[in-house]
Structures are given as structure tokens and as C-alpha cells.
């Protein structure tokens, strides 16, 4: 009898203790025969050449150690399979992604991205959205207004001071119909959530914030369909890629109430597997396809 397959899920100390899918799919992954384990990412004694696959599920706490988890994923995608690869992890870390999305024709949110060293100045009109280029859970961001400029110029200095390009969006007045997050799994559109708005007040930068108030699932119509797969296609594109185990696409509706990309997810994604009938059985298919 063949060995069954190894399969790790990356985590560190705070994914185990906030994500809840974890023992729910390493349970599901071992029912289906995969010897799967949960392993820290920076755990220095787990042996990751030993893993047929290591599938990186909940690695919370690599925006603030960016350079070491992306030296990590180099390292683990040389002695094994690892999903996502580590060019796309490199491509996905810092934002400065949807520049190219841009380039690429893919409807996404408007956004101006200012380096440490360049000047501070903001001249947009309108509400706008300061936040890092490397962040996630809306970390470290905050939304402002016309009369609120001196604060968001402190906030891009404070970004600045701590080495982060900082991101300068207008603030989508649409949000309020709620952000949509669809999930493709093994290259095929799985589900799709919404959340309601993050940002709700603003000139204050808040990260004990809820990153996914209001959570329902959420039936895409074929022109958010459409962008997501765009954003995903000119990914492809980019990197030469195939499609990738899991990828969530983060959408809201401009003025004209046409999606446009927000960000893609494609390192340590909340995937909400338990929040759709069937979305583990799907999780579990695409990693036994690996």
C-alpha cells in the first residue's frame, strides 16, 4: 500500500488561535486520506522537504516580516510543493500589484502609491483611504475627508517613518453595498461572500476593527465574474502561472456601480470554506489534486 500523501498547513501562533477552518480541514484533509498537519511557518525544527505539499493557510503575522517570509517561501518551495508558489507569494506581498492589474486593463480601484523619501501630498478631492502597500486585516489604515488632509499627510508620514510605502485610494462611496470577496479554488470560481464596510468612520486608524463585519454569502453577477477572472488572467499573464490552488478576489462597485478590484488575496486568505455548503469538500478536492 502507497504512503499516504503529506500535506502541511502553514500557520504561526496567531493563526492558531484565530482561525477557526484550520482543524476543520486538516480533519477533512485526513478523512480523505492526506497525512495533514498544521505546522508554524517559522518553526525552525519542522522538517518542510519531508511534505509532498505545503499549502500556506493562515500565516497572519508576515505583513510585519515580510523580507523573512518571503525568504522562507523561496526555501520551502525549493524542497517541496508550495501553494501558493513563491513568485506569486513575492508578486501578492506588496500591493503595488494593482499598478499592473492597471496596466493590464483590469478595472481596479484607483490608487497612488507614495515611497518613503517622496513628497507628501495629498490632492485628491473627495474621502480617501490611507493604508501600508504590505498590510492585511485593513491594518494600520484609515479613511479621511476633504477637511481631515493634515491628518492623512501625518498618517503617510507615520507609514514612512516605519520604512512602508504608503497607498492613497479614494474612498469608494459604494462600499456601502458591501465589498465582495469571490473564492476560486484549483482555478474554478467556488463562492462568493460580502461584507459590509470596514472604514466607518474616519481620521482614526483603529486595527482592533472587525476585517469582515456583517459576513453573507453573496451570488456574483457575470460582470464581477468577469473582473475577477480578468484580475486573475493578467496574473497568469504576469508570472507565466497556472492556476493556483486557492485565490480570493476582493471587489467593490464605483460611483457607476461597476466592480472594480480592491486587492487580490493570494498568500494567507480568509477563504470563509465554513460559511458555504460544500466549500471544505471543495478545498480538500483541490489540495488532493495536488
Known sequence: MAAARRVALATDAFGRARDAELPVLIAALRERGVDATAADWDDPAFDWAAQDAVVIRSTWDYPGRLAEFLAWAARVGGVSALHN???VVRWNGDKTYLTELASAGVPT???RFIAPGEPVELTEGGEIVVKPSVSAGARDSARYTPAQRGAAEAHVRMLHEGGATAM???YLERIVDGERALVFLGGEFSHAMRKG?????TGRVDNARV???DLVEHVP???ELAVARAALTALATALAAGPLLYA???LALDTAGAPVVME???????LFLTATEGGVDRFVEAVARL
Open 85 to 87: 508558489p513563491a513568485e
Open 109 to 111: 480601484v484607483a490608487t
Open 168 to 170: 492613497v485610494q479614494p
Open 197 to 201: 464596510p470596514v472604514l466607518t468612520d
Open 211 to 213: 476585517p469582515h463585519p
Open 221 to 223: 453577477d457575470a460582470a
Open 248 to 250: 480570493r478576489v476582493d
Open 264 to 270: 487580490l488575496e493570494l498568500i494567507e486568505p480568509n
